[in-house]
């Protein structure tokens, strides 16, 4: 016997990021360990503390 979740080809999965303060959200390009030599890069490239995937 087979689940339902098998009869489908595709699973859209939304998540909301609820429990993060809006104004701690970092969005801006920076200066990874705020080297300016490192070229600048989004915030899913760095390991910042306030990244909005917590």
């Known amino acids: ?9 595709h ?5 909301y990021f609820d429990k993060f303060l809006d104004e701690k959200i970092l969005i ?6 705020n080297n300016t030599d ?5 915030i899913f490239a760095q390991r910042k503390k306030n990244r909005f995937n917590k």
Request: proline share 4%; aromatic share 8%.
């Open 38 to 42: 490192y070229a600048l890069m989004g």
């Open 1 to 9: 016997m087979s689940s339902k979740i098998e009869l489908i080809s």
């Open 28 to 33: 801006d390009a920076r200066n990874p360990r």
């Open 11 to 15: 699973v859209h999965i939304v998540f």
